[in-house]
């Protein structure tokens, strides 16, 4: 019997949760999920789910998985060990496993040294005055629209648009090509859903055909046609890596340039989308903040608390283990849930309460091997937004509350129209 097999713990039935993840994919779930973080949090700190894996909910417990070196990414071999081994092998899915956020030690470890920090200091420097030129674009043609019509759609008009073009021009990406990008990377999410319909894998499987003619022509061409660059300077580099192995260079080249612009576009598009929402639903809070510019950073990190846009992330067990009192064998999946842990009131007091002034704690950008790579980059194209939005639009508010897309994992607000 194994360490695990002779530990006892009292745990709900794994059918309690099927209600709760009904909700959650339901029109008022995605507009309120809060009530089902709850409840969620209610059953435990760790929560059979129906598929034997478990969901974690707890701040501290949602911690120590995404920080333990114990816990690690489903990657191929997991995949590979699972009873069911051909629901893993979907052309999307298995794209995104060969990416930064599904790698292991060692593999994880030596490409996120060749990278080293993407977005340090000098580099955010560089880029700031860059975003700063997209803001203020991106705000003239809210203000036209505003004007013409008496309403605007922030999301297509700015929300979405601000990290393709930051991504875009970063990698030198020629601008005709965003549309198309944002259009492969809204379908191709679909496969890194909890439990993904055959349909949706279909729609994947087709977005990661386009995706993966659209790198690997881009790639071509930079290839023979090199620059100063930051994609230039990747095919340098892995190139020197493998000088008898072009095919490894390529596929590690593709993978990286794949998944750092993709991973850029809808969770900074629903961070801008959800600031909005939250800031200017009152406009005493926009009001206050207008007036205290030099909270603009606490303000986006209590939108990153109050409505994180993943809301679940999930790591194995590398050897049999116990979580907060609870027996997990080895191999057996467990789902961090961000927003659960984030509005954990033993972490944050009254946290169903918006408080631009909380300074309290969250995991949006998870812990680890594994935290974001572009969380500065995130928090810059936030920071230079609101601060622009909130003197150009003193009055500007939601026309309707935000539609968001059928989805558990990635949170995406689809539409938020605003007024002045």
Not at 52 to 60: E, L
Not at 150 to 169: C, M, N, S
Not at 264 to 279: D, M
Request: net charge neutral; glycine share 6%; aromatic share 8%.
């Amino acid at each position: 019997m194994t360490a695990v097999g002779v530990i006892r713990g009292t745990t709900p039935d794994r059918r309690a949760v099927i209600p709760l993840l009904r909700r959650l994919r339901s029109d008022e779930g995605r507009a309120d999920p809060l009530p089902v973080w709850d409840e969620l949090r209610a059953l435990g700190e760790v929560v059979p789910a129906p598929w034997g894996g478990y969901f974690v909910t707890g701040f501290d417990t949602c911690n120590q998985v995404l920080r333990g070196r114990n816990w690690l990414v489903p990657d191929f071999d997991w995949q590979e060990r699972r009873p069911d081994p051909a629901r893993w092998r979907e052309p999307a899915t298995r794209e995104m496993t060969r990416t930064l956020s599904r790698l292991n030690p060692p593999v994880h470890t030596a490409q996120r040294r060749a990278l080293g920090n993407l977005f340090d200091r000098g580099t955010l420097e560089t880029l700031r005055p860059r975003i700063d030129r997209h803001v203020s674009g991106l705000l003239d043609r809210l203000d036209l629209r505003l004007r013409t019509h008496g309403t605007a759609d922030f999301v297509t008009t700015v929300a979405e648009q601000l990290p393709i073009h930051t991504v875009g021009r970063w990698l030198a990406i020629p601008d005709e090509h965003y549309p198309h990008i944002l259009d492969f990377t809204h379908r191709q999410v679909h496969a890194q859903e909890l439990l993904p319909t055959k349909s949706e894998l279909a729609v994947s499987a087709q977005a990661t055909l386009e995706m993966r003619t659209f790198f690997t022509g881009l790639l071509a061409h930079r290839r023979a046609h090199p620059g100063n660059d930051v994609l230039s300077g990747w095919i340098r580099y892995w190139d020197a890596q493998y000088p008898d192995d072009r095919a490894a260079a390529d596929q590690t080249l593709y993978d990286l340039t794949m998944f750092i612009t993709i991973a850029s576009l809808e969770t900074t598009a629903t961070l801008l989308a959800n600031a909005v929402w939250f800031l200017t639903r009152d406009p005493a809070v926009a009001d206050w903040l207008r007036r205290h510019p030099e909270h603009i950073d606490d303000a986006i990190d209590e939108v990153l608390r109050y409505d994180p846009p993943i809301h679940l992330n999930s790591r194995f067990a590398a050897d049999d283990t116990v979580l907060a009192g609870v027996p997990i064998a080895k191999d057996t999946a467990v789902h961090v849930l961000y927003g659960a842990a984030n509005h954990d009131p033993r972490r944050n007091e009254n946290p169903h309460v918006f408080d631009i002034r909380r300074k309290g704690g969250h995991l949006t950008f998870g812990g680890g091997a594994h935290y974001c790579l572009g969380a500065a980059l995130a928090r810059l194209e936030a920071r230079q937004l609101l601060t622009q939005l909130l003197e150009r639009f003193p009055t500007l508010r939601p026309a309707t509350a935000p539609t968001y897309g059928n989805r558990m994992v990635f949170r995406r607000v689809t539409s938020l129209r605003v007024t002045t």
